[in-house]
């Protein structure tokens, strides 16, 4: 724990987030909701989103990282993007950034940590947790949203879920490499709309907020615009979104059916 973490977690607010890869045609997310409110039922639930890729650590990361900020201090953030569920990887709680974070130790929570001036890890005691009958397929239900309820309801101290620990597993999102006139960065997520969602972040790679670009994917270069609007139609775009990430667009089309990349493509960015 870093010199004097403990004052500067909050208390839990008693809202809770779900985060997950489940999607919402199985009744997993259903389920882990009930378990909160059966036994926690005055801590307000709210969804971040279950439409990560199945098993996608990297997307899981990303939206984490890039979604809470937007609610308050104090709220308990569950995750659970987990193709590793029952094996031998660590169950964590995070404190960092005047928020709390439970979920694997997978690299899920690790971006949230990397620009946090404090940070707290405690690994999940399941045996002190009264946590003993854990499927081996489902621990969002019967591991951490029982552990996140707690956490959002007060019932449980944060120092209490288990001993100090170190995140053993990296973010997976890969850093942004700068060379001499460019930026390197990666396709990582695509949103429901088929904007492709880089890992370049606008407020790090360009000199000032509106700096025009080029960017160079998929053997194409593509002008930056400032909205949608300002493409022609049909036109392949980058812009800034609402998350400052470096986006690929179509004007009223998907840069997802146009350009079909792999995940983890490459772009590059030159600032004009």
């Not at 839990?12 to 985060?19: A, D, K, Q, V």
């Not at 996608?56 to 569920?85: I, Q």
């Not at 080029?214 to 139609?233: I, K």
């Amino acid at each position: 724990m870093a010199a004097g973490a403990e004052r500067v977690i909050p208390e839990p607010c008693g809202l809770l987030t779900l985060l997950t890869d489940f999607g919402l045609t199985d009744p997993f997310v259903g389920v882990m909701k009930g378990v909160v409110c059966t036994a926690e039922p005055h801590v307000r639930i709210l969804d971040i989103t279950h439409g990560i890729r199945p098993g996608s650590v990297v997307e899981g990361a990303f939206w984490l990282e890039r979604s809470y900020r937007y609610f308050p201090a104090g709220t308990v953030h569950c995750a659970v993007v987990d193709p590793g569920v029952g094996s031998s990887r660590g169950a964590v709680a995070v404190a960092a950034q005047g928020h709390y974070f439970v979920g694997p130790d997978n690299g899920l929570l690790a971006e949230v940590t990397l620009h946090a001036p404090h940070v707290e890890v405690r690994q999940l005691d399941l045996v002190a947790l009264g946590l003993r009958d854990v499927s081996s397929t489902f621990h969002g239900r019967d591991v951490f949203c029982v552990v996140a309820g707690r956490l959002a309801a007060r019932k449980l101290l944060f120092a209490d879920v288990g001993p100090l620990a170190h995140l053993q597993v990296p973010s997976p999102i890969p850093g942004v490499v700068s060379e001499a006139d460019h930026f390197v960065g990666n396709v990582l997520t695509v949103d429901h709309f088929g904007n492709l969602i880089t890992s370049l972040r606008a407020s790090e790679v360009l000199p000032a907020s509106g700096t025009p670009f080029r960017l160079q994917v998929a053997g194409q270069w593509l002008r930056s615009v400032r909205t949608f609007a300002d493409a022609e139609p049909g036109e392949l775009v980058a812009l800034i979104g609402s998350f400052d990430a470096v986006e690929i667009a179509v004007r009223d089309g998907s840069a997802l059916s146009r350009l079909q990349p792999m995940p983890g493509a490459s772009v590059k960015l030159f600032p004009s």
